[in-house]
Structure formats: C-alpha cells, structure tokens
C-alpha cells in the first residue's frame, strides 16, 4: 500500500521521492507526467447498446427457442416461427431498451461532476480540473474541496476530511502534516494522508501528490468493481431450467422415435414421424416464456419508479425477492450521515450550545453555511434568536483546531465585552477549567463514558474574561470557567427500525458492514433492534485474525461488523454467497467493490459515481423502505414468472405425454403438426396475463429460489391427471377417424390449458384463490371462444384439417373439462399437502 509507506515520510523525503518540491512541479513536467501517467486514469466503459442486447440474447432459453424457431421452419409452419422469433425480438429489444436508458440517465449527471483543484506549480497557484493531478503536484486545499488524489500532507491548519466514502466514519477526522512512527495498517490510522473523493470539512492545508487514478486508494476498488458482472440467480435459474427441459426433451423424443420404429416396423412412415417428433419437441417449449418475464419485470420497473427507483439491470427486480441477507452500511443509510445534538450537560444549556457555536471552526459569515459536521449540528440546535445573537458576536482572533493540542479557540466581542470561547476535547478543557470540583468532574466523567457506549461524540466548552488591553495568546486557555458538555450523535433513520422489523418479517436478514467504530456501529445495531448488546460487534482486524473456517461462521452468526476495509466487505459479501443470495446498500466509494459482487447492489441517492457504477438498483430517495417494497414486487414477479412455468409445463407435459403413447397405437399421429402448434399459439395469450396476475399473501413471506425438481415433479404429477383426460378422449374418438379424433383433442387440449390457469394459479383451492387479474379473464374468454369456433369456420376447418363438429362432441368435450378441472383440484391438494408434511418433518429433524 503506497500510502502507508508515505505516511512515515517526512516532508523531504516525500518531495525527493516524488522528484518535486514546496513550489510544486514546473509546468514542463506537469505537461510529461500527465502523459506518463496516462494509463492509470479510471476509464469508464464506452455505454454500447450492442453490448447490451448481446447480454440480453446470450441465454439457454433463448437459444432453445431458437432451435424451435428453426425447427418450425423446417416443417413448413412459417407463422409459428415467426411467433418466436417475435416473442425473442420483443424480450431483447425491451429489455436492452431499459438497460440503455436507465445507465444513459445515471451517466448523464456525471456532466454535473467536473472538479477542479488548486495547485501551485513553479512556485505559482493555479486551477486546473482534478483529473490533471499529477504525482509530484502540489495542491492546497480548504473547507468544501474535494481531494482529486491520495496525497502526502505537507502542512495543515486545522484541517479536517470527511473521509465516510473511504471508511464509512460519519465524523470528519483531524489531519496533520507530522511523520507517524509506526507504519499505519488502516486508512482510518494513516493521519497524515488524503484520499482522493474525500472531502474538505473545515482548515486549510497543502500535500503533494503521490497516488493518481487507478493507483490511489479510489482505484484499488475501482479494480475490484471491474470484475466480471457475476451471472443473477434469476438469470441462473431460467438457464437452469432451459437446459433441464432440453435434454428432457430430446431423450423422451428420442425413445418414442424409436418406440414407434420398433413397434410398428415397416408401417411406419419415418419422415412423418421425424416431423412428428419434432412438433412434439416445439410443443413442449415454453416460448412465451420471454414475453411473461419482459412483461413482469417491465410491470415492476415502472412500480418501482413510481417510487423513484431506478432501476439499471431488469433481472435484479426479480433477484430482490430472492434476497435471504440484506447488507448495508450504516452511513446515509440507516443513519441520516448528519450529526445532531443528542444531549446536553450543563447547568445553562442554551448558553452552552451558543457559546459553542460561537467558537466554530470557521467564522459564519452567511448565516448557517457551514462544512464541519459539529458546527451544523449546532446551528440546527439553536432557535431563531441565538443564531442572530450568535452571527453579531465579533470574531477578533482564532487558534485554529490541532489534533496534538485537541481544542480550539476563540476571541470574541459582543455586548457583553471581550471573552476568550474554547472547545475540545472533554478531558482536555476540564483539567484548564478551575472551577470543576471533584463532583462536577465524576457527573463530566459519567456523562462522557455513557455517550461512548452509545457511540456518540462528545466536546466540552469553557468560557474566560478577556481584558480589552491585553493580547490573545494561547497561554489565556487556563484559567477557564467550565460551561457544559454537548453529546452528538448521527441521526438513526425515523423509518430504520420499522424497515428492520418489516424485513424480518420477510425472513430477510440484515447485518451492517461499516468502516465506522465499533462503538457507533454497536450503537445503530442496538438502537434498531439487531443486537441485544451493543458490545456484540466484529471489527475488520478481528476477522483478518481468524482462520477461513472461523471468519465464515463469524459472518454468518453475527449482525454487525465495524472498522471494515473495502477489501474485507468485498470478502464477507462472498463468504455469504456461499450458501445464500445477498443483497447489498451502500453509497460510498468504499461500497463499490460489494455492490459489484453481490447478488443485488442498491445504492442510495448522493452515492459516488463508481457506486453507482457498480450498482443494480439506484434510489432516488433515501428511503430503506424502498428495499423492504422492491423485495415484495420481486417476490410478486417470482412468484407469477414460476406460477407461468408450473401451469405451462402441467399442460404441455401432459400434451407431449398423451401424444407421445398415443403414437404407438394408431397409424396416424394424434394431432397433426399444424394443430399442436395452433394449441401453442392460442393458449399462449392468456398466459402472458399470468404477469399482472394477484398473488397469496403467504408466497411474499420467504425467500425465493428457483427449485427445478419442485416444478418439474408437479408438471408431471398433474401432467398425469391431463393424460388421463386425454386417453378418455383417445378411447371414444380414435376408431371414429383420424379428423374427429384430431378435432376433439384439440378441443380438450386447449380447454384444458385454459382450465388450468384458473386451478393452478394458487395452492389454495379455487374458491379461495384471490379474484384473477381482469386481463387474465378477458383473455381467457376470448381464446375460449375462438377455440369454440374454428372448426366450425371453413377457412380455418381447411387449414387445419379439422372435421365439421358431430353434435354432441362440443359439449361432451366440455363435460370432459369440467371433470378434470376438479380432479385437478383434488390432486393438487393432495400434493401440497404431501410437500408441505415432507418439509415439516424435514424441519423438526
């Protein structure tokens, strides 16, 4: 780590490593160095809309839609293919077309980030945008400016950075320009040194560059952030599935071919049965598969930003309702990341707090715009009238605030006269105030120590006559009158706690990982429900002590981790992926690495550009909450994309089955290729409706992973019940003709996958289901109707080489639906109750 090495150089010795001095680099070897130093700039990747829809179509079920695509031309059924092809376009084209937008629209605020920094060169202060920091630059910096690189402090008037998008450590830390003596093992130690995207809070000071782009801290992560984008369990699940049903398909395919060939001998027609084949291998193809996911996760982009939420990758909707662990860190996210006055120790309150105002860091000149986050919280704390009596005090003369001496000064005039303000540390103003008695400095200690174990922050101020004719000089700091103690703490979030308590009850469990101390991270976990005992809290160096096995048990048994590097969050993200799907919600550029590897990376509104970079899911509004409400419209899309796959499977698993036997037995195929394919066609419009569908309240309880063998034991199970149904119809039709036989299974076929929407769209029985979503019924009575109609219509009795209805085949066919509709019922209760005993038992062993 190039900045621990320059955290034990002096100044010399850091100018005559870096080929520098005070009056910084001449503007020659400005010039050369930016172009040698070229290669480490933080490039960001050119947004390519190929690259996106290339993303969209590299995909299992895409390709073996593709093959069906292919198969269907193969056989003549140009409109089938041409349906998928459609269904493929429609899926990729919608789904690049949201990609593109939503990280156009993140990229175009960065036109809103152009830095710019003060440097001197050959001796000169000039302004040149940050990215044209060089090592070797000198750059001066004062409250509100942005670091554009790691530097070595050179000199510092107490100056203070806010480094919480390093470390995550809401309070802003005190820096100084002396050597450490020993080489500091964490940035949090390293005082001496600047970390570039950290930001200027109060001070002044100067440091010569050592670090630039990809070679400063910012870039160590920015390295970790560019790793490959690990594949979504939603995108892992489908590409499971597609490959399952594949090779499924293809080997009961190939066993009925040769069924038929060895049973039949020379009867059999081989190119009518390798069509046949074929059909059978289509039919079994859920193609509208990526119209209901485009449809679903569409549906819940626009949910979610109607809670200003915007959403990047569209599969990550649907991987929120599978999140089991929900990281966070503290800063700006269960916290406000803003400091407020917690409490007050004092015998005059009011005066305490105005008198520490009046001794801010920086004079307030317009009113309440400040940079010191103990300085806001004090104008916050004071009413209307204090802060106009506090802006008329007259600043006369200040010694600034330094981390050795751990105080500051001021002198100030007002009505009342000239008094001498000071405020620092606790222990420091107290043992120079001569009015504290051994009582007031036990109640001083008590007060201290308690505001510690909640993690709080505390400064003392004292107060001293100044006469008019004297000079202001630090040895007036003695002799102090003691005024009170002021506690700060970071707001906590007022919707923290009740998000907490609402993912719990969706069986999410959430751990904080910050680089904050282990008393302010006790602290939050404690105040918001996740520990018993603030003291319950691993730090980074704790873990880094441990053996692999210990840190994975320590990761998984523990809610709350403080003092934690980018590197270490980045590990604890991946040990929890071992076993289970994570989310994670930062901000920071300390955050980038997890959200690039977890599961689902959210980040918050304000995050750092390479945060946002790394993330899925962007809010809009500093709303947990918004969490808790993505998880339950991801569980409502899991939940309906898996109802799709369970009702399209029973239905074509039973279809393929039933066809599949009924080959063996007559000379002619059960339903011609023409007909299966129209089946496919029809019944699929109705299921595209299953994505606005309603779901039981019990499916958003938990989450969710996609379990093949779950899905494809209950399309088989009930596959059988349709088979079933389907022989009864093979048993009364096959020895009338070829046609009638054909025109009444196509009748059943798709009555029965209309049927079975309405059964299969809930565990519950159906008189308790949920009333179905009204685009769901219309379209379900509409295909009904035209399925009614066809063979009676003869254009489409031609086309499809149907036979003319005898009388009472229609309402035999529909009698026969209506059975299997309740027989449907009857075993898919038997069913759930069967799994819902065998998962009983499994728990209690």
Request: hydrophobic share 45%.
């Amino acid at each position: 780590m190039k900045w621990s090495t320059f955290a034990l150089y002096d100044e010399a010795q850091a100018f005559a490593e870096l080929g520098s001095s005070a009056n910084g680099l001449t503007e020659a070897k400005a010039e050369q160095r930016i172009l040698e130093n070229q290669a480490f700039r933080i490039e960001e990747d050119r947004l390519s809309i190929f690259k996106i829809l290339v993303r969209q179509l590299r995909s299992s079920f895409v390709y073996l839609l593709l093959v069906a695509a292919i198969l269907s031309l193969f056989f003549g059924e140009r409109f089938e293919a041409l349906l998928i092809f459609v269904f493929i376009s429609i899926n990729a084209i919608l789904q690049t077309y949201q990609e593109y937008h939503s990280e156009k629209s993140v990229r175009l605020l960065k036109r809103y980030l152009t830095f710019h920094s003060r440097v001197r060169r050959g001796g000169v202060v000039v302004t040149i945008e940050s990215d044209q920091t060089v090592p070797g630059d000198v750059v001066l910096f004062s409250a509100g400016d942005r670091l554009p690189a790691d530097v070595r402090f050179t000199s510092v008037n107490g100056l203070e950075i806010d480094e919480s998008v390093i470390t995550g450590e809401s309070i802003a830390v005190e820096k100084r320009s002396s050597v450490m003596a020993v080489m500091p093992s964490e940035m949090y130690e390293a005082s001496n040194i600047g970390f570039a995207g950290t930001i200027v809070t109060a001070g002044r000071g100067e440091g010569v560059v050592f670090a630039v782009g990809k070679e400063t801290s910012l870039g160590s992560m920015s390295r970790l952030v560019e790793e490959p984008v690990p594949e979504t369990s939603f995108e892992y699940g489908i590409r499971e599935f597609s490959q399952f049903i594949l090779k499924l398909v293809f080997f009961t395919i190939a066993i009925i071919f040769v069924a038929n060939v060895l049973i039949k001998g020379s009867q059999v027609d081989i190119s009518e049965l390798l069509v046949f084949s074929l059909v059978l291998a289509v039919s079994v193809v859920p193609e509208a598969l990526p119209a209901v996911l485009t449809v679903s996760l569409s549906r819940g982009s626009m949910k979610l930003a109607q809670k200003k939420v915007v959403v990047k990758r569209l599969s990550s909707i649907e991987d929120l309702g599978s999140i089991e662990v929900l990281c966070t860190d503290k800063t700006g996210t269960i916290t406000e990341n803003i400091l407020s006055v917690s409490s007050v120790s004092s015998a005059h309150e009011r005066v305490c707090l105005s008198l520490a105002f009046s001794a801010c860091l920086e004079e307030p000149k317009e009113e309440h715009v400040l940079h010191d986050a103990f300085d806001i919280a004090l104008w916050r704390a004071l009413s209307e009238k204090e802060r106009v009596e506090a802006l008329h005090r007259h600043r006369l003369d200040s010694i600034p605030f330094d981390p050795d001496r751990r105080r500051n000064s001021v002198l100030i005039h007002s009505d009342a006269g000239r008094e001498i303000i000071v405020r620092g540390a606790p222990e420091e103003i107290l043992k120079r105030s001569s009015d504290v008695d051994q009582f007031a400095l036990k109640r001083s200690s008590e007060f201290v120590a308690e505001a510690g174990r909640r993690g709080e922050r505390v400064i003392a101020v004292a107060r001293r006559a100044f006469p008019e004719d004297r000079e202001y000089n630090s040895y007036e700091e003695q002799q102090l009158s003691f005024v009170g103690l002021i506690a700060f703490a970071d707001t906590i979030k007022d919707t923290a706690q009740n998000t907490i308590e609402r993912a719990k009850a969706l069986h999410v469990e959430v751990k904080i990982i910050t680089g904050d101390s282990r008393e302010v991270a006790g602290s939050v976990g404690y105040a918001i429900g996740l520990l018993s005992d603030p003291l319950q809290v691993v730090t980074g160096k704790e873990l880094d002590a441990l053996s692999y096995d210990e840190r994975r048990a320590i990761v998984a048994s523990n809610a709350v981790f403080a003092r934690i590097s980018p590197k270490q969050k980045h590990d604890i993200i991946r040990i929890l992926q071992e076993k289970r799907i994570v989310g994670f919600l930062g901000e920071g550029i300390n955050d980038a690495p997890a959200l690039r590897l977890a599961n689902v990376g959210i980040v918050v509104n304000g995050a750092t550009d390479i945060a946002r970079e790394a993330a899925d899911i962007v809010l809009l509004e500093k709303n947990l909450g918004t969490v808790i409400d993505g998880i339950k419209e991801g569980r409502v899309i899991f939940a309906n994309i898996l109802k799709y796959l369970r009702i399209t499977l029973t239905s074509n698993f039973g279809n393929f089955y039933s066809v599949a036997v009924a080959s063996l037995f007559i000379p002619f195929v059960p339903l011609l290729p023409a007909q299966v394919l129209l089946i496919d066609l029809l019944s699929d419009f109705p299921m595209l409706a299953i994505a606005t569908d309603r779901v039981d309240s019990e499916e958003l309880e938990n989450p969710k992973r996609y379990d093949v063998k779950d899905v494809v034991l209950t399309g088989t199970i009930l596959g059988a019940v349709s088979s079933v149904f389907d022989f009864i119809v093979f048993g009364m039709y096959a020895h009338v003709s070829p046609g009638a036989l054909q025109t009444a299974w196509f009748f059943l076929s798709a009555f029965t996958e209309i049927i079975l929407i309405f059964s299969l769209r809930s565990k519950h029985p159906f008189f308790r289901m949920a009333r179905p979503a009204t685009m769901l019924i219309v379209l379900a009575m509409i295909v009904t109707a035209i399925v009614a109609v066809l063979p009676f219509i003869g254009m489409a009795r031609e086309a499809f080489s149907f036979i003319y209805p005898p009388t009472f085949m229609l309402p035999t066919i529909i009698g026969i639906s209506i059975a299997y509709f309740f027989a449907t019922e009857a075993m898919k209760r038997l069913y759930y109750r069967h799994t819902h005993l065998v998962k009983a038992s499994a728990l209690k062993a």
